[in-house]
């Protein structure tokens, strides 16, 4: 079971202009085949078809632990994409002026046709995810080694799409994945000399681990992200640390395990659209809820 918080693990900043070509360009971040669907899918399901877990646990706990921050990766990924969308078409009723007219120059106008100027799971040139990207073969040292392979090739997506946006929005989120997915790449390294005896450190970076060419990476790892790994439990998992530890290969700082998730900020409140009809609930009458919720103690 996931444990849901209504945060995000970053702040985002609120773009000055929408953005949509910038939107489409980290799609490919979200949807596509190294994108943050992928990489919860392939650790989603390793996890629940990990046979041996007793003898083995270590390493299913780092799988599982690596699962349970993808979901928040997709979240954070989703958010930049809104953000970035929010603003581009006149909001209004009326139909006749054509206020979504800016979305045919927009590259991707699924976001458009398909969304209310919304992320989708797509990749940046509007091929829906599928199936097909999870790799769930059962063989732990198979399954390993194409995980660290995902986490290079994400890595290698990531600093393609910084260098394609340059709306602050987009490169916050793009710094921060980079960060983490360079601690993946670790994780998944010390897993697998773990279990073959083989200095796989050898074969990093790949590409680079250094984040130092990205001014935004540069608060996350001062404050050590690119050293720890979070389980998103306070409970469980507790063995991950016998296979994540030891020196950082970038910093020579020792990695760390942190039994729980991060604290997170406040999820943006995405503007309602009205030209989309979104979210097309104007009938609801807010008083009835507020009423409930006085008799609930809840605050509204």
Not at 7 to 33: C, F, V, W, Y
Not at 55 to 81: K, N, T, W
Not at 86 to 115: C, E, I, M, W
Not at 278 to 284: F, W
Request: proline share 7%.
């Amino acid at each position: 079971m996931i444990l849901r918080m209504d945060r995000l693990p970053i702040e985002l900043p609120t773009p000055k202009n929408a953005s949509p070509n910038d939107a489409a360009a980290i799609q490919e971040l979200l949807g596509g085949k190294f994108g943050e669907m992928s990489t919860l899918m392939n650790y989603t399901f390793q996890s629940f078809n990990f046979r041996g877990r007793k003898r083995l646990r270590p390493f299913y706990d780092v799988i599982a632990s690596i699962a349970g921050e993808e979901y928040g990766h997709i979240e954070v990924v989703s958010y930049a994409i809104n953000l970035l969308l929010t603003g581009q078409t006149k909001r209004g009723t009326n139909p006749v002026p054509a206020p979504l007219a800016p979305a045919v120059d927009a590259r991707l106008s699924y976001h458009f046709a398909a969304s209310a100027q919304t992320a989708l799971p797509v990749d940046s040139m509007g091929n829906f995810w599928n199936g097909q990207n999870v790799f769930s073969s059962g063989n732990l040292k198979l399954d390993l080694l194409h995980n660290f392979f995902l986490e290079c090739g994400a890595r290698a997506n990531k600093m393609r799409a910084y260098e394609m946006v340059s709306d602050p929005c987009a490169r916050e989120m793009v710094g921060y994945l980079l960060v983490r997915g360079g601690m993946h790449v670790v994780a998944y390294a010390r897993a697998l000399e773990h279990l073959t005896g083989v200095e796989v450190t050898k074969l990093v970076p790949v590409p680079e681990l250094s984040n130092k060419a990205f001014p935004e990476t540069r608060k996350y790892e001062e404050n050590g992200l690119h050293r720890k790994l979070y389980t998103f439990s306070q409970h469980d998992y507790q063995k991950a640390g016998l296979i994540f530890n030891g020196p950082h290969p970038e910093d020579g700082k020792p990695l760390e395990v942190v039994f729980g998730a991060l604290d997170g900020f406040p999820v943006p409140d995405l503007e309602e659209e009205p030209q989309l009809n979104s979210p097309g609930a104007d009938h609801i009458d807010m008083q009835m809820f507020m009423d409930m919720a006085k008799k609930m103690g809840i605050k509204y």
